[in-house]
């Protein structure tokens, strides 16, 4: 729920910028006395929603991005594996996201982080039932309750609604954040982000 005290952290399991944001996030949330409120979403329908496109659809912008994903990561110390598939159609991951947020909201934060290196580190699929039990059995989290998640009705609404509602909330791209009733969009406004919960608005 958004509260005074919330980052809300809209993001795609498919987005690399996305994955360096849910390893930074958590950070910036400590260092404002804030907390996170994950919210899965899937571009493909805010891309279509919006008019925007991913930038490897651009041929200069593409061959930008794939240096600059690499870069990004090494500058915060983080590992990207070019995944073999990209992008990914994010769903059922998601929606296994939604299910742990109804059953145990405080390992929201860590089975995203989960998912996000067993697709960008470890090379996994996590497209699959079997790909999300795995990340999910490998932190100790009920894998096959959360893999079944992608057949219950009430959370396949759930993610039709978390989709409506990035689009609502003005989402155009990933990642992005709103705190305050402020938006944020993009993994290099995260400074930004920093100072505005620990200094105040500006």
Do not use: C
């Given at each position: 729920m958004?509260?005074?005290?919330?980052?809300?952290?809209y993001?795609?399991?498919t987005?690399?910028y996305?994955?360096?944001?849910?390893?930074?996030?958590?950070d910036?949330?400590?260092?404002?006395?804030?907390?996170?409120n994950?919210?899965p979403t899937?571009?493909?329908f805010?891309?279509?929603?919006?008019g925007?496109?991913?930038?490897?659809?651009?041929?200069?912008?593409?061959?930008?991005s794939?240096?600059?994903?690499?870069?990004?990561?090494?500058?915060?110390?983080?590992?990207?594996?070019?995944?073999?598939?990209?992008?990914?159609?994010?769903?059922?991951?998601?929606?296994?996201?939604?299910?742990?947020?109804?059953?145990?909201p405080?390992?929201v934060?860590?089975?995203?982080?989960?998912?996000?290196?067993?697709?960008?580190?470890?090379?996994?699929?996590?497209t699959?039932?079997?790909?999300?039990k795995?990340?999910a059995?490998?932190m100790?989290?009920?894998?096959?309750?959360?893999?079944?998640a992608?057949?219950?009705?009430a959370?396949?609404?759930?993610?039709?609604a978390?989709?409506?509602e990035?689009?609502d909330?003005?989402?155009?791209?990933?990642?992005?954040?709103?705190?305050d009733?402020?938006?944020?969009?993009g993994?290099?406004?995260?400074?930004?982000?920093?100072?505005?919960?620990?200094?105040?608005?500006?």
């Amino acid at each position: 729920m958004t509260t005074k005290q919330t980052i809300d952290f809209y993001f795609d399991l498919t987005s690399p910028y996305s994955y360096v944001a849910a390893e930074v996030i958590e950070d910036i949330a400590r260092a404002g006395q804030r907390t996170v409120n994950y919210k899965p979403t899937l571009l493909g329908f805010i891309f279509k929603a919006t008019g925007n496109s991913a930038p490897m659809m651009v041929p200069a912008k593409g061959k930008y991005s794939a240096r600059d994903f690499a870069r990004t990561a090494r500058f915060h110390g983080l590992t990207i594996n070019w995944p073999k598939q990209f992008p990914i159609n994010a769903t059922t991951a998601s929606r296994a996201i939604l299910k742990l947020a109804e059953t145990s909201p405080s390992q929201v934060g860590d089975f995203t982080r989960a998912l996000y290196r067993a697709y960008f580190v470890q090379g996994q699929d996590i497209t699959t039932e079997d790909g999300v039990k795995a990340v999910a059995d490998a932190m100790g989290l009920d894998g096959t309750a959360l893999a079944a998640a992608n057949n219950d009705e009430a959370i396949k609404a759930a993610l039709r609604a978390a989709v409506q509602e990035s689009i609502d909330v003005g989402m155009f791209g990933a990642p992005y954040f709103v705190v305050d009733g402020e938006h944020f969009w993009g993994q290099d406004r995260m400074e930004q982000l920093r100072r505005w919960v620990v200094e105040g608005p500006f």
